[in-house]
């Protein structure tokens, strides 16, 4: 019986792993190039060409990577901890912040939402002086006022309270 | 050309002008002192507020930045045995020694003084020999252009970083992304029926994205412990004397030299140039036994060198608009943001304002000397600021800076999906710097590429019987080949010393 660790180290290396993501989106590109890339006549070199090069460029490096991934398994201890399972979903979760801020951005407006989004960024780090708080949201209002005076952006405003 | 030179003294001599170089340079030097900072990720930042400048002004707090990034890595090198930037990392060799053995205000003054020759006599021979390139190149049809954008593609071999097949996808992944938009022909590609990509993504939005924010990603697990630095013990320590410096003479002169060789030579710059530097001035000294141990030369040879890169990495920036290295790619941005077209017309449409922008950067290299010798002690107490403080700044300033290109939320999204790229990127190995020479040098290969072919009725003879282009492809071949070889010969000693 295969061991199923034995699989796992040579499919969950960096090697393997780049060959897999590369070749699965370069062959999705590649299968629907008509439907993304419309050309009206065939010609030598068309609109389609460059991409469909790169194309079979990152699909033939990612199908040589996944090779070199499975052959140097050998050599490589990769083990899946909850450690690294807990650092993928905080990485998730970061990312996750980001995006509700984007979400929060036209409603509450830059100020307050840049301000909760520093916020977490400092909890991430456990800054517990108020102070670095302060200092952080001081120079957020620098930063809009700056983009406002300077560089006349104005940087969206709240559409509750329209202002802020 | 001194006509053109007169013109741009006009452009550069202004109060405005004078203050922006010295803030920019005060936090190109903090930001380059900071571990895990880079003179990059500060040109990044600053982009978007360089959008309300004239180009002048904006190129040259860019250049300020880039200048003071690498003569700040040395401090943090010469201080804590960590570089703020890689230019710097050859600097810890002796620079810490020294530092150990009570003479860190010597190594500084000695890392300010050599990196400030080296930086002068870069931008000088940035402002002659460029023209002369330039001149030479305005016989340039498509052919050659698509073989020197080819040639500037070929030093993804050298940047991958030990992979090269991880390099060659992430550069076609650049180009890709380049190729987001509207094309020449007028075919939408990539654009999956949304409108807001027609015009493609903004280079700005793509370099934020990926070297800006993707940072804070990166670093969210990032370790907080700081080396804390006593700048009252360092003030008390003896200055460098003349005669030491006059001692190291030879050493700067040669670090100059060859820095200047080697930053002009594409794929290469200053963290190379450093370690070159190094070794030949360890080769040739009299005191080789205190290489290593705090010897004073050791800290001239890295950071001339280092310096010395920064002028000519531009040379064949501004004269073919091929970028040497990252750093030169995003500067190629910044000066495409300004309206401003890297190649050999820029000095024949725009020569008071390009002239401006490398007298400018001479007189950066000048500034250097003035801010490193009054401001050292408050650079020293910056660059322990802790990251916790500063991830939440790089991150406000990141996404006004996406907004600020067109006033739209939806380049923030775009700039955050390119940041979630890079961290998938940046944890499976995959260098990044490749990616952003596809976004550059894509659009060039493919329009010269699509010219070409029309001028010779679809035949691909124009590239091999026209000698320049012919020349470059063969030197693309031989710069893509030559790290490759390299490398293959290492890994065959390798083994054979283990078997």
Partial sequence: MINRQAILNRILNKESLSGIIGSTLSLYLLINLDKIIEIGSITTFSSQSLPKVLLWIILSCSLILILQGIINSKHIETTIDRAVVKKGLGYILYCGVFYLYLILLPIIGFMISTCMLTSAILINYKQKKWLNYMIIFSIIIIINFLFKFFLYVYLPSSTLWGGM | ????????????????????????????????????????????????LTFGLTPVSGLLVLLGLYVGGVYGGSITAILINTPGAPAGAATILDGYPAAQNGKAKKALDMALYA????????????????????????????????????????????????NLLKGIISGSLGILISCIGVDAAGVSRFTFDNYRLLSGIPLVVTLIGLFALAEVLINKNRKLDIKKIDSNKIKQEEKLLMSELLESKNVIIRGTLIGNIIGAIPGTGGAIASYI???????????????????????????????????TALIPLLTLGIPGDAAAAIMMGALMVHGMTPGPRLFT?????????IIGFTIINILMLFQGKILIKLFTKLSTISYAMLAPV???????????????????????????????????????????????????????????????????????????????LILAGISFLTPVIKQSIHLLKKRFVNE
């Fill in chain 2, 394 to 472: 790089i991150a406000a300033l990141c996404l006004a800076g996406s907004f600020a290109v067109n006033n739209t939320i939806f380049y923030l999204y775009l700039a955050l999906v390119i940041a979630i790229i890079a961290l998938v990127m940046h944890n499976l190995d995959i260098p990044r710097s490749p990616m952003l020479l596809g976004l550059v040098l894509g659009p060039l290969i493919e329009n010269n590429f699509r010219r070409s072919m029309a001028i010779s009725d679809n035949t691909f003879s124009i590239f091999y019987e026209r000698p320049i282009s012919l020349v470059f």
């Fill in chain 2, 115 to 162: 990196s400030c020759i080296g930086g002068v006599v870069s931008a000088i021979m940035l402002l002659f020999l460029s023209p002369q390139i330039a001149k030479l190149s305005l016989k340039f049809g498509p052919s050659e252009y698509f073989a020197i954008s080819f040639f500037g593609m070929s030093i993804i071999s050298s940047i991958s970083g030990g």
């Fill in chain 2, 1 to 48: 050309m001194f006509e053109i030179i007169g013109q741009s003294f006009i452009q550069l001599a202004t109060l405005e002008n004078f203050l922006l170089m010295n803030f920019s340079l005060f936090f190109g030097i903090i930001v380059g002192a900071i571990p895990g900072l880079t003179g990059m990720l500060a040109i990044t930042l600053f982009l978007p």
């Fill in chain 2, 349 to 357: 449409e725009q020569g008071p304002q390009i002239y401006a922008i």
């Fill in chain 2, 277 to 311: 530097s190094y070794s030949q001035a360890k080769r040739f000294s009299k005191r080789r036994d205190e290489y290593g141990k705090g010897c004073l030369e050791g800290v001239a040879a890295t950071e001339s060198a280092n310096n010395a890169a920064t002028g």
